[in-house]
């Protein structure tokens, strides 16, 4: 197999795209396409200030990695969940996150859960008493608080997950499943600012996740092999499997899938329930963030910040 650009043996055939690559071409196919998807969803320009959520994982490091070539003002943040499981994972992506920004002379924000609300995300999980056998759904909270709270309060105009191709492909079949009125409309390339909050964007959710497997390998970025043990047996893992199978045997059937969804909701298809959605929010009494309860938000709730905490968003 040669690389479609210069004739010499090519590392990465993606059949998907009937495109093959040597490492030096793909390397630059990567950054170019970001550039493009950003573009094309109108995710961000020149002058914004970035911050990249990055996991130690290789999509969000390899995110950091392509905007930073791109010459975007990205900084990174680091949120330390405290999940170890007997193989230290949120500390050793932690140290490889950190090896990453030191390394490349990065700006990376790191907010220590334990030490910032004085319990990790196992020991929340406990507190919530959700029942639950997996800390996701407080993770999953937890998370989406302390981006909103780091880029609201330090000034960033954007957010930017490392999610894949495989990730939106997952949580669109997940929810076409159920079809989902709720969630559905809202799975976008690109979420606007709303009431402080910052834009998030996915510059990667085009990319399949050996694409960027590929991406991370020939770059030499060190990232965390192991996935969050928590996400062992989970139902998205299941579905991405499903996909992949049906990827085996129809190349670009996944890639199919996410474009047409995006497609269809670009030509109206959820317009009534955007409207719908667009229902007064309220802010929360305690950390300011928006929420859809009138009082505390879930977050606050769960966290049980004393009332004369000042407001995080002040
Ligand atoms: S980090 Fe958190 Fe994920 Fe781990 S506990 Fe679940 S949500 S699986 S992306
Ligand atoms: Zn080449
Ligand atoms: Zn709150």
Redesign the pocket.
Known sequence: MK?K??G?KAVVNMRQHKLA??K??YLEWIPEQTARFIKKYWMFGPDEKILAAVSGGKDSLSLWDILHRLGYQVDGLYIGLGIDEGIGYSQESQRLTKKFADERGLKLHIVDIQKEYGADIPALEDKSKRGQDKPCSVCGLVKRHEMNRIAHNLGYDVLATGHNLDDEAAVLFGNTLSWSRELLPRQKPVLPAHDGLAKKVKPLCRFYEKEMTAYAMLRGIEYIYEECPYSIGSTSIYYKELLNRLENERPGAKLSFYLKFLDAREKGLFAEQVESSTAPMFNCSKCGQPTKYDGECSFCKLIGIPSDEPSLLA
């Open positions: 690389c650009t210069c010499q690559l040597c030096e071409h």
